[in-house]
């Protein structure tokens, strides 16, 4: 008797599995970035200013560690198919609320609609990888982590172009379609599994019901995850006050950041097939924390000196994010395992990183240089490689919670 149904699953249809997590992480950054290039437009129209622009540019991160906290609920309760075909269906209406508002409080509330979906379906994608391609995490998740940034980068290029010719509501309403265009697929794998369930025996249950922050990787790996996504959304909010005011102007300062996004596509493509042949990856680590000391280094120094060699290094350091979404699956035997420590990380990390630009922000002003912000920036990389190195080491989450259990 066999009893391996996850091989024979993701064998019989791996191109409708691969399409929905595909078209599924192409749509989890299209609310965030189609959105900030037109706040100062919407403020003008509605009337709100830098306050409520603060409160937009705080919700993605708020909403990812909400909504990353509850997925896993229900995930347990629907599946991971029809948890990720709920999160997009909310994405789309979010979209469309939102390219519909005619008041602030519209907007707000379909912003947080469509991040809802969206922070969902960051948690969801892991379990899904690791139920149909248990053998292949390393080349699926580089698949879906280069999707997840083409989606980021993206909108960002086409706000404004899309809003001067066709309005502001087409430009973020456009998004809803690519939203849309993940459902079909979604749909088809749920109804497969439905009847793959009806069709097989009832899969025992799993030996231990844990709770990840019990665990040494639960925690490790949240922090991981949440120091770098702490960097990464302080240096995307104040890489453009940092260029400006060492002389360059704001066209040239737009630059440097599309160069240190840019870092996280080749980040994307190949992290994940080089964790996924190491037994402890915690050498990318280490390389990445010494290419954000040494980007962190020269933009305190010299920051026109070779800016785009600093955006390259700052865009190449926060690689530990990849890195952290390849070990979900790596450090996990089952989908359960994977959903539980992927919601657990991203929402407790997500949580961790809306202190960044605030903090960054904060000491700015209250020292008057950029010393102690990029001090910050320094100590949170060094605990990105404390904790990378605790989570890097050949482990699995299903034994930790074995260890955590009561006897």
């Given at each position: 008797m066999s009893s391996r149904p996850a091989p024979s699953l993701?064998?019989?249809?791996?191109?409708l599995a691969l399409a929905a997590i595909v078209l599924t992480a192409v749509n989890l950054r299209t609310a965030v970035t189609s959105i900030t290039p037109l706040l100062a437009g919407l403020g003008a129209q509605f009337g709100f200013g830098a306050t409520m622009t603060g409160v937009f540019g705080m919700l993605p991160t708020a909403a990812f560690a909400l909504f990353g906290v509850l997925t896993p609920?229900?995930?347990?309760?629907?599946?991971?198919?029809?948890?990720?075909?709920?999160?997009?269906?909310?994405?789309?209406?979010?979209?469309?609320?939102?390219?519909?508002?005619?008041?602030?409080?519209?907007?707000?509330?379909?912003?947080?609609?469509?991040l809802a979906g969206m922070g969902s379906g960051n948690v969801v994608i892991p379990p899904l990888v690791k139920r149909y391609f248990p053998e292949r995490i390393g080349?699926?998740?580089?698949?879906?982590?280069?999707?997840?940034?083409?989606?980021?980068?993206?909108?960002?290029?086409?706000?404004?172009?899309?809003?001067?010719?066709?309005?502001?509501?087409?430009?973020?309403?456009?998004?809803?379609?690519?939203?849309?265009?993940?459902?079909?697929?979604?749909w088809l794998l749920q109804r497969q599994s439905r009847r793959d369930a009806l069709q097989q025996p009832p899969a025992p249950p799993p030996a231990v019901n844990g709770k990840v922050w019990r665990t040494r990787l639960g925690w490790s790996m949240t922090l991981m995850f949440g120091m770098t996504s702490l960097v990464s959304y302080a240096m995307f909010t104040w890489l453009?006050?940092?260029?400006?005011?060492?002389?360059?102007?704001?066209?040239?300062?737009?630059?440097?950041?599309?160069?240190?996004?840019?870092?996280?596509?080749?980040?994307?493509?190949?992290?994940?097939?080089?964790?996924s042949r190491l037994r402890n990856p915690f050498v990318l680590v280490a390389c990445c924390w010494l290419l954000s000391l040494a980007a962190y280094a020269g933009l305190y120094l010299a920051p026109m000196r070779a800016p785009l060699l600093w955006a390259v290094l700052m865009g190449l350091g926060p690689s530990t994010f990849p890195l952290a979404l390849t070990l979900i699956n790596l450090r996990t035997r089952s989908a359960g395992g994977s959903a539980a420590l992927s919601g657990f990380m991203q929402g407790t990390g997500y949580a961790l990183a809306c202190a960044g630009p605030l903090l960054f922000g904060v000491l700015r002003?209250?020292?008057?240089?950029?010393?102690?912000?990029?001090?910050?920036?320094?100590?949170?990389?060094t605990v990105v490689l404390v904790a990378g190195w605790l989570a890097c080491r050949p482990q699995q989450l299903e034994d930790q919670w074995l260890q955590a259990t009561p006897k």
């Open positions: 993701h064998r019989h249809r791996p191109w609920r229900v995930i347990a309760r629907l599946g991971a198919e029809r948890t990720a075909l709920l999160a997009m269906a909310v994405a789309v209406s979010g979209l469309l609320l939102r390219a519909s508002a005619d008041s602030t409080t519209l907007l707000l509330l379909g912003s947080v609609v469509a080349a699926v998740s580089a698949l879906y982590l280069t999707a997840l940034q083409l989606g980021t980068m993206t909108p960002a290029l086409a706000a404004v172009p899309l809003a001067s010719a066709a309005g502001w509501r087409v430009s973020l309403g456009i998004w809803s379609l690519l939203a849309l265009a993940a459902i079909l697929p979604l453009p006050s940092i260029m400006t005011e060492a002389g360059a102007d704001a066209a040239f300062g737009g630059v440097v950041v599309a160069v240190f996004s840019a870092m996280g596509l080749f980040a994307a493509l190949a992290v994940p097939a080089i964790a002003q209250h020292s008057g240089g950029w010393a102690a912000p990029f001090a910050l920036l320094a100590g949170a990389s």
